[in-house]
């Protein structure tokens, strides 16, 4: 694959006023390039769900739902806080990148393939470009949730966020993230924003981590019950918390409120 030299998108013209530090530079290197590309497979998008995770179908008609390795992003719907910062913007970019991209690429790493919630662990490919390190260098993600051995690409990812830190790009130019913290703390903080994605180990004795179900092509609401006569009809069911679902804009079925 060709390498390219893509000049950073500055997020300036976000209403959030947030902007680079002065003498820096205004562009970044992509620097991942895939391990192996025999391990790489080809995708088509189906739809982005926010900024770490997307639905896609392979070429032999399996639906994955994607949960982008080594990164978080705000929540769109957070069901303790709401509408996180830079939660449009982070699913927005992700959008641009797959749609714009002439062939979008998955790949697992040598550790587990699944989490909890049974969604493909994997790493996103637009063309060349890795997308976890876009939104990484862009302050739209966290490098976190890492377990090893999935690693591979972490010290591009985590160059990526230092990168994005130095310019006080997306998140990390939030100003609430900078009074009176110095610059480790203030990371803490602005992650702690966003803190409730997921991949959090919450007992899932809390309600939010109670498990609904959905109908995930066809359906906007979750249900308690996987027999709720809402589901009747649904192609497939997957299981999720409820968390999940309110975070990725279900609501509750009618005939179970």
């Not at 390219?4 to 013209?13: A, D, S, T």
């Not at 979008?104 to 909890?116: C, M, N, P, T």
């Not at 390190?133 to 966020?161: H, M, Q, S, W």
């Not at 803190?195 to 180990?201: F, P, W």
């Amino acid at each position: 694959m060709k390498r390219l030299l893509i000049g950073l998108m500055l997020w300036l013209v976000w209403p959030l006023g947030i902007g680079l530090a002065e003498d820096v530079p205004s562009s970044y290197e992509w620097q991942a390039e895939a391990f192996d590309m025999a391990a790489l497979f080809e995708v088509d998008l189906v739809k982005v769900v926010d900024g770490d995770t997307a639905y896609f179908l392979t070429e032999d008609s399996r639906e994955v739902k994607a949960r982008f390795l080594l990164i978080d992003t705000p929540e769109l719907r957070h069901p303790k806080t709401g509408k996180q910062p830079l939660s449009d913007e982070a699913k927005a970019r992700v959008s641009e990148l797959l749609e714009d991209a002439d062939q979008i690429y998955l790949e697992y790493d040598i550790g587990s393939r699944l989490d909890k919630y049974q969604r493909d662990l994997v790493y996103v490919w637009a063309d060349d470009v890795l997308v976890q390190e876009v939104l990484a260098a862009e302050g739209l993600a966290d490098v976190t949730y890492i377990y090893p051995p999935n690693t591979r690409y972490l010290e591009f990812l985590d160059e990526a966020k230092d990168f994005a830190q130095v310019e006080r790009q997306g998140l990390w130019g939030l100003p609430s993230a900078f009074e009176s913290l110095d610059d480790g703390d203030s990371a803490n903080a602005v992650a702690n924003q966003f803190e409730g994605g997921g991949d959090n180990s919450t007992s899932s004795d809390s309600a939010d981590y109670q498990t609904v179900y959905i109908a995930p092509l066809s359906g906007t609401k979750y249900h308690l019950d996987e027999r709720c006569r809402g589901l009747k009809k649904a192609a497939s069911v997957e299981a999720l918390t409820l968390e999940e679902a309110m975070a990725q804009g279900y609501d509750l079925c009618g005939y179970e409120k």
